[in-house]
């Protein structure tokens, strides 16, 4: 699969949890936790299970950075 996105971490899956229409996703990267929240169907299309190796892909216009 090609993909535009160039922010490509690799991560593990270290919970799953879902509630109604949406689910928290916890990564770890490199030492760090990164939490994604996207779509219960994607959870179950992409059967996200813990301790699986997946890539976490960050759009530039989706990142907040604060000081």
């Not at 919970?15 to 916890?26: P, R, Y």
């Not at 760090?32 to 759009?59: C, F, P, R, W, Y």
Request: without cysteine; positive net charge.
């Amino acid at each position: 699969m090609k993909l535009s996105t160039r922010n490509q971490l690799k991560a593990t899956v270290k919970s799953v949890e879902t509630q109604g229409l949406m689910s928290k996703v916890i990564l770890e990267v490199g030492g760090q936790t990164l939490t994604a929240m996207i779509t219960a169907d994607a959870v179950n299309e992409l059967e996200l299970k813990t301790g699986e190796h997946v890539s976490a892909l960050i759009k530039s216009t989706s990142v907040m950075v604060a000081k």
